[in-house]
Structures are given as C-alpha cells and as structure tokens.
C-alpha cells in the first residue's frame, strides 16, 4: 500500500516541450502506467483511474495520483529577467528515488567523484553549514555551505570557493543555489526533479536557471549530464537499493546534516516511498 | 582538429581518449543529442548525412566514423598501430570486434540511461557473449605475461573496445566476472595522460594521498 | 579437508594495491589487497552511504571508499574521514571483516572461527577463473570430470585440470587450476568449450 501522504504530492512526469499528441509517451509513476499527451484541453496524463491533476512549471510536467495536498513549490527565480532556463533531458537510475535526492544534497563526495570539477583533494573538508527545516514552507533548509571547487560551472576559470544553499520543496525534488560565476551576488539555480517510476527505479529530470549568457545551450546541458552521469555509478551500487530511515543502519557525520534533516522531514511526513524503514 | 562531441557518447570518448594519449588538441563542439537530438537535425545532416558521432574535423579531411578516426590520431602521432603482419590483421580484428560492442553493451546502455527502444535481453546477452570473448583473449595474453590486446604495449584496438565494456555496468551488465577484463581496463587507464568520462571514475590511487591542508 | 571455506578468487587476478568484488556463501565482499601484499575481505558495503568498496581504492594499507573517499586500515576500523580531516573516526565506524587466506594460488574465505585450513592442491596452479549459469551437474556432465570434495577434478588432452566450484543463488564460480605442466592456453580454451555445452545443456 503506498501511503496517501506519498500519492497526494507532485511528482515530475516529463520534459513539458516534448510532450505531443495522442498516443503520446507512456511512463510509470509510483509504479502505475500512466500517458502523457497534448490535445486542445493543454498537456493531460492519464493514468488507470482517468486524468491526474497536472501542473506545468519549470520545463516540466508534475503530476499527482491523489489529491494534490497544496500547490506545487515555487522556484521564484524562474521568472527572475535575464536567466536562460535550461532543460537537462532525463537519465533513468536504478536507485531509490529518496537516493537520488540525497546524493545531490551531499557535498562531500565532490573530490572523489567529480573529481577535478566540483572538487579535488586535498581539499576535502566541509566546513560547518546551518540546517532547518522550516516550519512556514515546510522544506529542509542548508545554507552557509562552502566548498572549494577546480570548475564549479562551465563558466567558471579556475578553482574559487563556491557558496551553496539547498532546499527541498518536495520529497522528490531538490533545488540548489550556488555561486554565479558571471554575476557577482546573484545564485544559479539548478534543480534535480525525479519521478520515482517503482521504489527502486527512478527518472531523473535535472533543470537549470542560469546567468549565463555565453556559453552555448549545449555545453550547458552537456556540463550538467557530465556531472549527474558521475553519480549514477555511485547511486547504482549502494547497499540497499532504498534508502534506509533507520538510524542504526547508515553512520553520518557532520557533513551529513542536509542528508538527516531530509531523512527526519520524510519519516515526519511519511513520505516513505522508496524509503527502508527497518533493517533488512 | 574539431570534434563534434556528446559528453555521454562512447564513441566520442574513444576519440576524446586517443587525442588526449598522443598528446592531440581537440575543439570540441558539443552537440545536443539528448534531449535535443541536434544530431538528428537538418543543420546538422548537412555535415554528416548519417545523422551520427562523432564528426572529426581536420582542414578539408571529415571523418564519421570513430575507428576512422583513432587510425587518423594514432597514425599522424605514430605507433598505436600494431607492428607487423599479424599485429596489424589482429588490430583490425578488434575494431570490428568494438562495433559488436557498440551494438550490444553499447544499446543496453542508452537503452537503462536514455530509454532507447531495444530488446534488452538480447542486447545484454550478446554483450555478455563479446565480454566472454574478450576474457578468454586476455586470459591467454596474461598467460604470455602481456596486458593488452595485441602485442605488448597499447594500440587502437585497446582504445577501441574499452569504452563500451569499461561502461558495461551502466547497462546493466555486471563486470564482476571478467578479473582479465578489469586488469586490462586497469592498465588502460594507468596510461600516462588518460582521461576519464562520466561512468568510468579516477583511479584514485594513482596519486598518493594528501598531506593536510 | 577443509570443508568450512569456500573460494572466492585466485591470487593471480588481485596484484597489489587493487580490491574486487567476490561472491562468498551469497554475500557481496570486497576482497583487496595493500601495497605491501596483505589480503583482506569485508562486506561489500561502506557503513556511512552503503557504497560498494569494491569500487573503491588502495593507498598503502588503506581501502577508500569511491564515494566519500573514507579511509579503512587492514582491520576494518575506519581511520579517516575526508570531509572532518582533523576528527578521529570513532571505533564504531568499521566494515564488517571476514576471514581471508591465500592456498595454493586460491584466496578462500572461511566462517567465523573457522578451525582448519583450506584445502590444498598439491601438483596444480592457477589458471583462471569463470562465472557460468551452469550448475555443478551440468559442468561435471559437460567436462566428463570426476566428483571431489571441493569440485570436479581430472584429465584432458591439454593436461590435468581441477574445477573448484563456488555455487550461489544465481551463477556458478568456476576457479580453475591446471596441472603444473599442462598447456593452459589449451586447457583455457577447453574450460570455454565445457562452459558452452554446460549452458546448452541447462537451456535445452
């Protein structure tokens, strides 16, 4: 049984600019089939029990299978003049969904992994960030977070020490804030949205709001799957496939906090698709 | 030298891979194939009417196909051929041995990434039939005390076939069962001036570990 | 006889400085071996993320996780963490370590408080090893090898050969050794042609 608190939130279901007419594209979401097509009532998705509510934002549709619990989250900087707005196209993992999320909320791993582009030894250090979950929005929270990187984007020139915040807005989606490159006091946004297809099978829809208005679209999406194909390898071989909320079963540190505080805001919620809850 | 390059491509890797072991400059221009399938496009047919890449640019000469193209770096730089008759006949060999390796392990991996529509089961199959193959080959080199594919140092083919099977896991083909097959990926990728593509990480432990900052 | 270990790898495909993937009684291991030789299998899994440390790398004495780049020492214990390099891992972080040995060119892992040793192959060395969905059966049937204790053993026209076999849910490990003076190009290229008909056998 999946939990309703699961079924009533938003959940990316497609590239919203390839979507096209009936038959249109057939996909899975929590497990059910579900269609997405276009015909003069707009982007629709039907799934076995007839249409799901559907919102269109940022470059995709998101979908629900219940009762939508309230809107789906606002990026304001979507709309913030003078921001190119990117579509990174879709990478299928099989991992958890929740899995997903937490790798990209993780910094840690940046010289091991990316190694050269977001990080590099020696300096492998996380300094202390702050993490909340805040009650008005109800999402997780990391800001002040700091770490040295070689190429942080693909505008950069050489290693500078970026500044990150991070959010989750949804238990499927991520949307991070870093240093821009190009506009001194202003953030790049990038976001990860995932559509969990089965628990242990995910498609992963990363998206980007970016100053930039240099390089070209292609490097710009080729810069992203570059970075996000690094992780795949990692999130296909961890040990178990869901992501265990049991406390006694994986050993953070305190570079984990985002990672907790994500682990405690779903139990909370019981947004436990895709989740372990006891040792297995 | 301009490379019309997808950063997820094997094939534009293999290329990638050779200039960076000659010691070739590359300009690289990446193209849109997923999701923008810009390959595909009439813009982009114009420069190769297969619609396919890598495209190797070098002044009037336009190559289309990856093996075209490691012969090309690999002859201009010298060696990597294969010395003599036999060498050279078991070079070619392995290349048309690396389009086995695109068409199976290579289809299962944009099939499990990309969603390509293929019959997964036969694709994965024939892959592991091409990595049955190739480790009984480097089976009998180890036994001769040698690592690569063809005679005792690396040669195209050696940069031909590993891509697809150094990315066979990321179609869901394990290489837990091929210990010849990951020390020759090893030895590949100890090579001075190699470089890496997403899926294939950093030998870590190649450089010593840091002292403190 | 040591009946309590099973096979999990040969020598001869873990040099220095490199870890693997093995297979022991249906658990994943990392088996790795340090720069200066010492052989160690664990659990196939880093405590902190779950990551396979078979992925991982060797520095010295040290195993890292690929993921993090945590540090382990020959004993299991984590000794270094990365991300808090001035923190002195707590005792508790610690991969879960099994008994490991080297025979005869063979790498067995053994149970916990294992008492004897692992069998040993007088007269035979390493030659390769290979995975196949044939059981045990279909591979004595297919090679016209006689039973033993840890697996089929026998004469070829290329040589004396031993089939150690490691069996889980899925596959079958076959680590073969060859007597010292067979040719084992030929014994090699045999050991595929009994893992063909095998399968053929298991597919018809």
């Known amino acids: 049984m999946i939990p309703q608190a699961v079924l009533d939130e938003w959940y990316p279901v497609g590239m919203a600019a390839q979507v096209g007419p009936p038959p249109g594209r057939e996909t899975m979401l929590l497990g059910q089939p579900i269609t997405l097509f276009r015909d003069s009532a707009g982007i629709r998705v039907t799934g076995p029990d007839g249409d799901l509510a559907v919102t269109v934002a940022y470059g995709h549709v998101w979908a629900c299978l219940g009762t939508p619990a309230h809107a789906l989250f606002p990026i304001p900087e979507a709309t913030q003049e003078g921001r190119r707005l990117v579509d990174c196209g ?176 779903l139990k909370r919620k019981g947004l436990t698709y895709g989740a372990q809850m006891v040792a297995a | 030298m301009i490379l019309y390059d997808y950063v997820l491509s094997a094939s534009c890797y293999k290329v990638r891979l050779m200039a960076a072991l000659v010691g070739e400059r590359l300009d690289l221009q990446a193209v849109d194939f997923h999701p923008g399938r810009e390959h595909k496009s009439a813009s982009f047919r114009d420069l190769n009417p297969a619609g396919t890449l890598p495209v190797l640019v070098d002044g009037d000469l336009l190559l289309t196909e990856s093996t075209a193209m490691l012969v090309y770096l690999a002859t201009k730089a010298g060696g990597w051929m294969g010395s003599g008759a036999v060498n050279a006949a078991q070079v070619q060999g392995w290349l048309a041995f690396s389009a086995r390796l695109g068409a199976s392990l290579g289809m299962a991996r944009l099939h499990d990434m990309l969603h390509y529509p293929v019959d997964i089961a036969a694709v994965r199959r024939a892959g592991v039939d091409c990595l049955r193959e190739l480790e009984s080959h480097l089976t009998e080199a180890r036994f001769a005390g040698r690592i690569f594919l063809v005679g005792d140092g690396p040669t195209i083919a050696d940069i031909a076939c590993f891509p697809n099977v150094a990315l066979a896991p990321d179609g869901g083909v394990a290489l837990d069962d091929y210990p010849s097959i990951r020390l020759w990926m090893r030895a590949i990728r100890s090579l001075e001036r190699f470089i890496e593509m997403p899926g294939i990480h950093r030998l870590h432990e190649l450089k010593p570990a840091p002292e403190a900052v | 006889m040591g009946t309590e270990w099973v096979a999990v790898g040969l020598s001869r495909d873990l040099p220095a400085g490199v870890a693997m993937p093995a ?98 192959f ?33 004469s070829t026209a290329a040589g004396g050969v031993c089939l150690i076999l490691s069996t889980s849910q899925t596959k079958t490990t076959i680590h073969a050794l060859a007597a010292k003076e067979a040719d084992r190009v030929a014994l090699s290229r045999w050991l595929d042609g009994v893992v063909r008909r095998a399968e053929e056998r298991v597919l018809a």
């Open chain 1, 90 to 265: 879709v990478v299928r993992v099989k991992c958890s969904p929740l899995r997903a999320v937490e790798n990209f909320l993780d910094i840690a791993h940046f010289p091991f992994v990316h190694t050269d582009i977001l990080g590099a030894e020696p300096h492998t250090e996380v300094a202390r960030y702050e993490v909340q979950i805040r009650e008005d929005s109800d999402e997780v929270w990391a800001t002040k977070v700091h770490f040295y990187q070689p190429q942080a984007a693909k505008s950069a020139e050489g290693g500078i020490v970026t500044e990150y915040m991070y959010r989750v807005p949804a238990p499927t989606a991520s949307v991070l804030y870093k240093t821009c490159p190009a506009r001194a006091g202003e953030w790049d946004v990038i976001g990860i949205f995932v559509q969990p297809l089965t628990e242990e099978l995910c498609d992963v829809w990363p998206w980007m709001a970016l100053f930039d208005d240099e390089t070209p679209m292609a490097d710009l999406i080729q810069f992203q799957q570059m970075i996000f194909l690094q992780d795949r390898s990692i999130l296909e071989n961890q040990i178990p496939r869901l992501l265990p909320l049991d406390p006694g079963m994986e050993i953070p540190t305190q570079a984990d906090l985002t990672s907790v505080a994500y682990r405690r805001w």
């Open chain 3, 23 to 120: 297979l022991w009684q249906g658990r994943e291991l990392a088996v790795w071996r340090s720069a200066s030789g010492k052989l160690s299998a664990w659990n196939d899994r880093c405590p902190h993320r779950g990551m396979r440390l078979s992925h991982g790398f060797v520095r010295g004495e040290t195993l890292a996780c690929i993921y993090h780049g945590w540090v382990y020492g020959t004993s299991g214990s984590c000794i270094h963490i990365p991300a808090h390099p001035d923190l002195v891992p707590p005792a508790t972080i610690k991969a879960e370590t099994f008994l490991c040995v080297e025979a005869g060119g063979v790498i067995w892992v053994g149970a916990a408080g294992a008492t004897d040793t692992p069998p040993e």
């Open chain 3, 122 to 154: 007088a007269g035979y060395v390493p030659l390769r090893s290979v995975a196949t969905q044939a059981d045990a059966a279909a591979l004595a049937q297919a090679s016209g090898l006689e039973q033993a204790a840890q697996g089929l053993l026998g």
